[in-house]
């Protein structure tokens, strides 16, 4: 690898909006839905710097915490988590 490259696996801004958003989509997520969670990852997919755009599995986990502790800021349930975080490990 590069000097300025990163060896983690992310989901980038392209895997989020082809894969990601459409796999959630077949589960039954909202475009509202699909639009807070990217609004969400924001500062993740769109990182000033090319080699840190994307989320990596530390996003992730941080995230679905967040999630998990704040349910009366968002709209997701419990098992729309889940399937957040396994769509988006999946595509790490």
């Known amino acids: 690898m590069g000097l300025f490259s990163s060896d983690k696996p ?5 895997e989020f909006k082809n894969k990601v958003r459409p796999a959630l989509s077949a589960k039954g997520f909202t475009h509202k839905e699909l639009e807070q ?12 710097r090319d080699e840190e ?34 769509t988006l490990r999946k595509h790490l």
Do not use: C, M
């Open 10 to 14: 992310r989901v980038s801004t392209l």
């Open 37 to 48: 969670l990217e609004g969400l990852l924001v500062g993740s997919l769109y990182e000033a």
């Open 53 to 86: 755009k994307g989320i990596d599995s530390g996003e992730v986990e941080q995230i679905v915490g967040w999630l998990r502790a704040n349910a009366s800021h968002h709209t997701f349930s419990p098992k729309q988590i889940d399937e957040i975080e396994a």
